[in-house]
């Protein structure tokens, strides 16, 4: 199996389609110091690509690629560090094929 | 808007619209709440559909379904970095006038589903995220918050067919969130290609299908499955894993799915598609001991928020369905008695689960995932590599004695995972399988 080069998530986002709400984000990430190790794995985790590390070492969310698929939510609701909710009707994802 | 139903499904994916179809065509009003612009806008499978569990419901619906393909052939692969040990059947007798399984792709299905409840008289409610089920003093569950303005709706029972990542439930506190050993985060893509590439590929004709499901070196020693799943004009291709294995890994979803997608095994299939969609989902893979209380006073669960899924036959929509319909039928016969929907009535519910395949299956393969979840690195890396070194030494011809390879081989496994290894493995699979 060949190892491939870096996959750019980011690239295969642009064939998806998205009702996006504009200010709103459905997920937030509450800031309590250093990321625990379940927030820093989401860098990784995410389908989306959603979660990135600052340089001050903060774990970020931009959930405007999200599928709404709950992986951060049961990785990081539990200690509260991250906020979880769906967006309102209509918004968010839409899938052509499913 | 408050308005009183007789039943409100959450959800409009498999388990909610076999429930509201079973509910609103036996004559009750019912409300079915859906978050996306159109049922199916937010589901994801990968997806094969039973048809047995459909016919239950809606006899007639090979009539007018958006099917894909029908299944003619299985192709089950043990995959190491460059090879793959395949079993494959292939049968005629899947070329029947009303097929098994047939691939579905989901947005389009359940568009037709969500018709069909219409048709049947519910009252579907698009763009309408729920946000809370409302109790009343006593703690029956009496309605939904949803957010719409004055978002409040009344129902003698609510049909909670959120999905595996539901919010409504848990935060209630009617059963707990999935925890991450519980779940597998799968990735798909839709790769279209022209039929008859894909009937010349998978060597079929007409609307004859294939579905390749492989575990092994591509999910690296995670507890995971890639799988291809033939559509009339595209593949779905995917994998899935453990989300407790990915966050350890440190693997990305996407990586796995383009290594999967590079494997010399793969890549001859995919080559020249044009890919039109990418999406994650989770699939609930506690088993049996990870399904939560299915039914309280005003409500039932139903489907992947109950976890009810078949992680070893890869069964899922087909609990759904039947979930959802069984819940149906119990909740039609509380109300034409004239009786209250308690959860001692209710309990009808979780009843004739036990008694039908649903629970009879998931009770069967209990001990199942902690088997493979604990011994995942020898299950999706060791066997799969000893078996592939086995199959080249027994095909290549290279002059070696066939003792001599018989040996090496042999040695092999017992230096991989030892005499007591073997028959531990052998012994702890044959009764988790019983």
Same mark, same amino acid.
């Given at each position: 199996?060949?190892?491939?080069?870096?996959?750019? *998530?980011?690239?295969?986002?642009?064939?998806?389609?998205? *009702? *996006?709400?504009?200010?709103?984000?459905?997920?937030?990430?509450?800031?309590?110091?250093?990321?625990?190790?379940?927030?820093?794995?989401?860098?990784?985790?995410?389908?989306?690509?959603?979660?990135?590390?600052?340089?001050?070492?903060?774990?970020?969310?931009?959930?405007?690629?999200? +599928?709404?698929?709950?992986?951060?939510?049961?990785?990081?609701?539990?200690?509260?560090?991250?906020?979880?909710?769906?967006?309102?009707?209509?918004?968010?994802?839409? +899938?052509? +094929?499913? | 808007?408050?308005?009183?139903?007789?039943?409100?499904?959450?959800?409009?994916?498999?388990?909610?619209?076999?429930?509201?179809?079973?509910?609103?065509?036996?004559?009750?009003?019912?409300?079915?709440?859906?978050?996306?612009?159109?049922?199916?806008?937010?589901?994801?499978?990968?997806?094969?559909?039973?048809?047995?569990?459909?016919?239950?419901?809606?006899?007639?619906? =090979?009539?007018?379904?958006?099917?894909?393909?029908?299944?003619?052939?299985?192709?089950?692969?043990?995959?190491?970095?460059?090879?793959?040990?395949?079993?494959?059947?292939?049968?005629?007798?899947?070329?029947?006038?009303?097929?098994?399984?047939?691939?579905?792709?989901?947005?389009? !299905?359940?568009?037709?589903?969500?018709?069909?409840?219409?048709?049947?008289?519910?009252?579907?409610?698009?763009?309408?995220?729920?946000?809370?089920?409302?109790?009343?003093?006593?703690?029956?569950?009496?309605?939904? =918050?949803?957010?719409?303005?004055?978002?409040?709706?009344?129902?003698?029972?609510?049909?909670?067919?959120?999905?595996?990542?539901?919010?409504?439930?848990?935060?209630?506190?009617?059963?707990?969130?999935?925890?991450?050993?519980?779940?597998?985060?799968?990735?798909?893509?839709?790769?279209?290609?022209?039929?008859?590439?894909?009937?010349?590929? !998978?060597?079929?004709?007409?609307?004859?299908?294939?579905?390749?499901?492989?575990?092994?070196?591509?999910?690296?020693?995670?507890?995971?499955?890639? !799988?291809?799943?033939?559509?009339?004009?595209?593949?779905?291709?995917?994998?899935?894993?453990?989300?407790?294995?990915?966050?350890?890994?440190?693997?990305?979803?996407?990586?796995?799915?383009?290594?999967?997608?590079?494997?010399?095994?793969?890549?001859?299939?995919?080559?020249?598609?044009?890919?039109?969609?990418?999406?994650?989902?989770?699939?609930?893979?506690?088993?049996?001991?990870?399904?939560?209380?299915?039914?309280?006073?005003?409500?039932?669960? $139903?489907?992947?928020?109950?976890?009810?899924?078949?992680?070893?036959?890869?069964?899922?929509?087909?609990?759904?369905?039947?979930?959802?319909?069984?819940?149906?039928?119990?909740?039609?016969?509380?109300?034409?008695?004239?009786?209250?929907?308690?959860?001692?009535?209710?309990?009808?519910?979780?009843?004739?689960?036990?008694?039908?395949? $649903?629970?009879?299956?998931?009770?069967?393969?209990?001990?199942?995932?902690?088997?493979?979840?604990?011994?995942?690195?020898?299950?999706?890396?060791?066997?799969?590599?000893?078996?592939?070194?086995?199959?080249?030494?027994?095909?290549?011809?290279?002059?070696?004695?066939?003792?001599?390879?018989?040996?090496?081989?042999?040695?092999?496994?017992?230096?991989? =995972?030892?005499?007591?290894?073997?028959?531990?493995?052998?012994?702890?699979?044959?009764?988790?399988?019983?």
């Amino acid at each position: 199996m060949s190892k491939p080069e870096e996959v750019r *998530v980011e690239e295969k986002l642009y064939q998806n389609r998205y *009702v *996006v709400d504009g200010g709103r984000s459905h997920i937030r990430v509450v800031s309590r110091g250093k990321p625990s190790a379940n927030l820093m794995a989401m860098t990784t985790l995410c389908p989306a690509g959603c979660y990135t590390l600052t340089e001050a070492g903060q774990v970020e969310v931009a959930p405007d690629g999200c +599928f709404e698929c709950g992986t951060c939510r049961v990785m990081c609701e539990p200690s509260g560090e991250v906020e979880w909710n769906y967006p309102r009707g209509g918004y968010g994802v839409l +899938f052509k +094929f499913g | 808007m408050v308005e009183k139903f007789d039943c409100i499904v959450v959800g409009a994916g498999m388990s909610g619209n076999a429930a509201a179809y079973t509910l609103a065509k036996r004559g009750l009003s019912v409300l079915q709440l859906e978050r996306g612009e159109y049922a199916g806008s937010k589901n994801v499978q990968g997806a094969i559909m039973y048809a047995d569990m459909l016919e239950a419901i809606i006899p007639d619906f =090979r009539e007018d379904a958006p099917l894909e393909r029908h299944l003619i052939e299985q192709r089950f692969w043990m995959m190491s970095e460059a090879a793959h040990t395949g079993m494959h059947y292939r049968s005629d007798a899947f070329n029947e006038a009303r097929p098994n399984r047939y691939t579905i792709l989901r947005s389009q !299905f359940d568009k037709w589903f969500s018709r069909k409840v219409r048709e049947a008289g519910a009252l579907v409610l698009t763009e309408t995220t729920a946000l809370e089920l409302i109790f009343d003093a006593y703690g029956a569950c009496v309605g939904v =918050r949803t957010d719409r303005e004055d978002g409040i709706v009344h129902g003698d029972v609510v049909v909670l067919a959120e999905g595996v990542n539901g919010l409504l439930g848990s935060r209630a506190g009617l059963r707990q969130p999935p925890k991450a050993d519980h779940v597998a985060l799968a990735v798909k893509e839709m790769h279209f290609l022209p039929a008859e590439t894909i009937e010349a590929r !998978f060597n079929v004709k007409g609307d004859e299908g294939v579905v390749i499901e492989a575990v092994g070196a591509i999910s690296r020693g995670m507890t995971g499955m890639g !799988f291809i799943y033939s559509n009339k004009e595209c593949l779905s291709v995917g994998i899935g894993c453990l989300v407790s294995d990915f966050a350890r890994s440190g693997q990305t979803p996407y990586g796995l799915l383009e290594a999967f997608k590079a494997h010399p095994s793969v890549k001859p299939l995919l080559e020249g598609s044009e890919v039109k969609e990418y999406a994650a989902h989770l699939i609930p893979e506690g088993g049996y001991k990870a399904v939560p209380q299915l039914c309280g006073d005003g409500w039932v669960v $139903v489907g992947d928020a109950a976890q009810l899924n078949n992680a070893i036959h890869r069964e899922g929509s087909n609990l759904a369905m039947t979930s959802g319909r069984i819940a149906a039928e119990a909740i039609f016969q509380i109300k034409s008695r004239r009786e209250k929907m308690t959860r001692d009535n209710l309990a009808r519910y979780p009843k004739a689960l036990e008694d039908s395949f $649903v629970m009879k299956d998931l009770r069967k393969y209990r001990d199942m995932p902690a088997l493979l979840h604990t011994n995942s690195r020898n299950f999706f890396l060791t066997y799969p590599e000893l078996v592939a070194k086995a199959m080249e030494s027994f095909l290549r011809v290279d002059g070696t004695p066939k003792r001599e390879k018989e040996t090496t081989t042999i040695a092999a496994f017992r230096k991989a =995972r030892g005499w007591s290894g073997l028959f531990g493995d052998a012994f702890k699979l044959a009764r988790a399988w019983r």
